[in-house]
T-cell receptor, first 109, second 114 residues
Framework: GQQLNQSPQSMFIQEGEDVSMNCTSSSIFNTWLWYKQDPGEGPVLLIALYKAGELTSNGRLTAQFGITRKDSFLNISASIPSDVGIYFCAGQRSNQFYFGTGTSLTVIP | ETGVTQSPTHLIKTRGQQVTLRCSSQ?????VSWYQQALGQGPQFIFQ???????GRGNFPPRFSGLQFPNYSSELNVNALELDDSALYLC?????????????FGSGTRLTVV
């Protein structure tokens, strides 16, 4: 199945730093979503984007739906230790999600 | 309001065997999707059930089959298990099948095929 390209693959940052990750696809999506997955758990929705160009915030998280509908980015400001985990982007087309390859985030206190 | 619950949490099976995984959807949710997540990868869509009928299928062979019951709980059955079927199997439920409905994921069933 199709997978979205996510970068970077992993990040090691100091607590308090800002984080930026992005996701690209060769196909257009109508909805972009960002999930966080902790070990042994299912993905938890962070932000959903429904229109090209849309910029949405959820606390310290900000995400944008690219104008071309083929990309999205997620920013995390002032990172804290509990931000540790794997972040997945997902494009939704019809009833199906296509997930990215994931960005593993480590926050060093 | 209970979330999505999956059982069992872990399972070890032998190659060639059959397995059934179960999912109880969140209260009021009539749509269930199943995903396979291999180690180090993102989840891959297997299929979706809406009101007891299959409503879309990903690129998985017919030995992956499913069922949804009148209470909207669901089962994923895998026949003739192969080593590559080892993965975390995730179930997600939603209020409807459209793109604007939020999906809630369960914690998954970790299947190991030896």
């Amino acid at each position: 199945g199709q997978q979205l390209n996510q970068s970077p693959q992993s990040m090691f940052i100091q607590e308090g730093e800002d984080v930026s990750m992005n996701c690209t696809s060769s196909s257009i999506f109508n909805t972009w979503l960002w999930y966080k997955q902790d070990p042994g758990e299912g993905p938890v929705l962070l932000i959903a984007l429904y229109k090209a160009g849309e910029l949405t915030s959820n606390g310290r998280l900000t995400a944008q739906f690219g104008i071309t509908r083929k990309d999205s980015f997620l920013n995390i400001s002032a990172s804290i230790p509990s931000d540790v985990g794997i972040y997945f982007c997902a494009g939704q087309r019809s009833n199906q999600f296509y997930f990215g390859t994931g960005t593993s985030l480590t926050v060093i206190p | 309001e209970t979330g999505v619950t999956q059982s069992p949490t872990h399972l070890i099976k032998t190659r060639g065997q059959q397995v059934t995984l179960r999912c109880s959807s969140q209260s009021g949710h009539n749509t269930v999707s199943w995903y396979q997540q291999a180690l180090g990868q993102g989840p891959q869509f297997i299929f979706q059930y809406y009101r007891e009928e299959e409503n879309g299928r990903g690129n998985f062979p017919p030995r992956f089959s499913g069922l949804q019951f009148p209470n909207y709980s669901s089962e994923l059955n895998v026949n003739a298990l192969e080593l590559d079927d080892s993965a975390l199997y995730l179930c997600a439920s939603s209020l409807g099948r459209g793109p604007n409905y939020g999906y809630t994921f369960g914690s998954g069933t970790r299947l190991t095929v030896v």
